[in-house]
T-cell receptor, first 116, second 112 residues
Framework: AQTVTQSQPEMSVQEAETVTLSCTYDTSENNYYLFWYKQPPSRQMILVIRQEAYKQQNATENRFSVNFQKAAKSFSLKISDSQLGDTAMYFCAFMKQAGTASKLTFGTGTRLQVTL | KAGVTQTPRYLIKTRGQQVTLSCSPISGHRSVSWYQQTPGQGLQFLFEYFSETQRNKGNFPGRFSGRQFSNSRSEMNVSTLELGDSALYLC???????????FGSGTRLTVV
């Protein structure tokens, strides 16, 4: 079974600064997908960024980028130029290569607070 | 484009009762998944439906069931409610899972 670990329960960053959230995972699969989701107080989970394990290039979406280290099974999220609207819970998630048994396995989340 | 719609937003039920939650996916999305979110257990997968067939099931007791209709709308049912079933139930839909899921805002179920 796959497991996802987020070792930082809470983090704080000042507006306009950069912050990195950590995520490690354990799997015997070679092909899989990794995701970062954001859950603000509105409760809706919002997809921030995704990474395909067979792609070596790190994914980037505007101010969000990842550092994907497949051998180390690490998938960290970097948020640049932090904004107050980035305040939320952030969840790292793993999914095996799509098949009938695919599902998202989530970490325990990191609560990010962006301050003035 | 409408998002994933879950109804109701909040629900209070008594132990022993049963409850039905509804989820309308994004138009064109045939895959619908359900997750339970609690402070203690985090986010746990309940089940996934695709074209009216259950494609995958999580490790939950048989009191938890679901179904999907021909228009891709899905319902989940919990029978004989227990206090521990109090949680946020999230529905997610996808056109192709490899691109991720779109989640609804959830139904907050409180069992008293």
């Amino acid at each position: 079974a796959q497991t996802v670990t987020q070792s930082q329960p809470e983090m704080s960053v000042q507006e306009a600064e950069t912050v990195t959230l950590s995520c490690t995972y354990d799997t015997s699969e070679n092909n899989y997908y990794l995701f970062w989701y954001k859950q603000p107080p509105s409760r809706q989970m919002i997809l921030v960024i995704r990474q395909e394990a067979y792609k070596q290039q790190n994914a980037t979406e505007n101010r969000f980028s990842v550092n994907f280290q497949k051998a180390a099974k690490s998938f960290s999220l970097k948020i640049s130029d932090s904004q107050l609207g980035d305040t939320a819970m952030y969840f790292c998630a793993f999914m095996k290569q799509a098949g009938t048994a695919s599902k998202l396995t989530f970490g325990t989340g990191t609560r990010l607070q962006v301050t003035l | 484009k409408a998002g994933v719609t879950q109804t109701p937003r909040y629900l209070i039920k008594t132990r022993g009762q049963q409850v039905t939650l509804s989820c309308s996916p994004i138009s064109g999305h045939r895959s619908v998944s359900w997750y339970q979110q609690t402070p203690g257990q985090g986010l746990q997968f309940l089940f996934e439906y695709f074209s009216e067939t259950q494609r995958n099931k999580g490790n939950f007791p048989g009191r938890f069931s679901g179904r999907q209709f021909s228009n891709s709308r899905s319902e989940m049912n919990v029978s004989t409610l227990e206090l521990g079933d109090s949680a946020l139930y999230l529905c997610a839909s996808s056109y192709d899972r490899i691109y991720g899921y779109t989640f609804g805002s959830g139904t907050r179920l409180t069992v008293v």
